[in-house]
């Protein structure tokens, strides 16, 4: 199978490596349009890539989504975004472009996270007047906060609620925790490959859930999964769920 790569930065290059060292994979092209140069195969943007390939896997900035939608449905190419911090209108966009071409979105790639999000399910269900915090850590060069995948999991958790909560990012100040709240908190720092903890308390008793990432290539190896997939299927709107179910 061909794969292009976009974006070489920390999972890009990783994926690149895991691609050159696999058998049955090929990586025909990587785009990025501030790296020319330091790989023979990085070319600045989509149109200039000597070949077409089976399958894109973006791990490089939100904001390329603008440019990759019209490349994908003209070519027809299965597409994993992996990048994070995209508004609800950049979503809806990539919801429409699904239409015409197979798309999988996965804010985390990672197995454990993908079970843990089928896990919330369960627990929220049983445990709908307990309190609901959400705590993840990352590196200092993460630039979107809250992670992608603590969003995913928020929004797991209000959609399997009765009804929703409001979420309250970090606490300041006085005022008393309402009952119809999620708080969320965000720690930066140093190389935290990533950690996400879902915390209900209850009177007397908590229940923490947590995954923590301890290397990327989880989620390399989870987008190469899902990418292999992807190849195969008809045009849709794809998640992790289809993949690891
Ligand atoms: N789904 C998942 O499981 C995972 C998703 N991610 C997401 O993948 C993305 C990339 O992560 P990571 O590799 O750590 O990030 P990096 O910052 O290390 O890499 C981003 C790459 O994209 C390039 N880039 C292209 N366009 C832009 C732009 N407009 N602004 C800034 N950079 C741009 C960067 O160029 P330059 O090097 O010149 O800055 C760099 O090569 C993030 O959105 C992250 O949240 C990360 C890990 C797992
Ligand atoms: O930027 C990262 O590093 C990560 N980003 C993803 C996110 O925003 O959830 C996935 C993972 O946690 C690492």
Redesign the pocket.
């Known amino acids: 199978m061909n794969i292009a790569v976009y974006?070489?930065?920390?999972?890009?290059k990783l994926l690149c490596d895991t691609i050159d060292k696999s058998k049955n994979l090929n990586l025909t092209g990587i785009i990025?349009?501030?790296?020319s140069g330091k790989d023979h195969r990085i070319v600045e943007t989509l149109e200039n890539l000597s070949v077409v390939p089976d399958v894109l896997i973006d791990?490089?900035?939100?904001?390329?989504s603008e440019k990759i939608l019209p490349w994908i449905t003209a070519h027809n190419i299965p597409t994993l975004i992996?990048?994070?911090?995209h508004s609800g209108e950049e979503l809806e966009k990539i919801k429409k472009a699904s239409q015409v071409v197979p798309i999988l979105k996965?804010?985390?790639?990672?197995l454990g996270i993908n079970l843990i999000t089928e896990l919330l399910e369960t627990l929220v269900s049983s445990l709908e007047d307990w309190d609901i915090e959400l705590i993840e850590k990352h590196h200092n060069?993460?630039i979107?906060a809250p992670s992608?995948t603590a969003q995913s999991l928020l929004t797991k958790i209000n959609n399997t609620l009765s009804s929703k909560r409001e979420l309250i990012y970090g606490r300041e100040g006085i005022a008393p925790r309402k009952k119809e709240e999620i708080g969320v908190h965000v720690v930066r720092g140093g190389s935290i490959v990533g950690e996400h903890s879902v915390i209900f308390a209850g009177e007397d008793e908590v229940i923490e859930i947590k995954h923590e990432a301890h290397s990327?290539m989880i989620?390399v190896n989870?987008?190469l999964k899902g990418a292999t997939w992807l190849y195969n299927q008809n045009p849709g709107f794809y998640t992790m769920k289809d993949i690891f179910n």
Do not use: L
Request: net charge positive.
């Open positions: 974006g070489w930065g920390q999972m890009g990025d349009a501030f790296s791990f490089s900035h939100y904001s390329n992996a990048t994070t911090g996965a804010t985390n790639t990672s060069k993460k979107d992608g990327k989620f989870g987008a």
